[in-house]
């Protein structure tokens, strides 16, 4: 898939070699609580010079729309949690 305008260009990918020299970092997706990296994959190519950066999983319409459920949910809690609360959780992640 490729966006037109200058933007990200993309070759879809089965998980094979992409064809360079260069290595490229695999990016995780995080699902239900894991970070994890997919059968499927994509290479994300620098648009200035069509060099590869980095190798994205890819998923389908059922997990991301999974992980929209599953963000929602995250929401809804997340929001009963006192200011105090948020704040110690957030400073947490930060350290």
């Given at each position: 898939m490729t966006k037109t305008?200058?933007?990200?260009?993309?070759?879809?990918?089965?998980?094979?070699?992409?064809?360079?020299?260069?290595?490229t970092k695999v990016w995780?997706v995080y699902l239900n609580?894991?970070?994890?990296?997919?059968?499927?994959?994509?290479?994300?190519?620098?648009?200035?010079?069509?060099?590869?950066?980095?190798?994205?999983?890819?998923?389908?319409?059922?997990?991301?729309?999974?992980?929209?459920?599953?963000?929602?949910?995250?929401?809804?809690?997340?929001?009963?949690?006192?200011?105090?609360?948020?704040?110690?959780?957030?400073?947490?992640?930060?350290?």
């Open positions: 305008g200058g933007t990200i260009k993309q070759r879809r990918n089965e998980g094979e070699a992409d064809g360079t020299d260069q290595p995780r609580g894991e970070l994890t990296v997919t059968e499927k994959t994509y290479i994300v190519t620098n648009p200035a010079n069509g060099e590869p950066v980095a190798r994205m999983s890819n998923v389908g319409r059922p997990v991301v729309a999974q992980a929209i459920r599953d963000s929602y949910e995250a929401v809804l809690t997340w929001r009963q949690l006192p200011g105090k609360k948020r704040g110690e959780w957030l400073q947490q992640i930060a350290n």
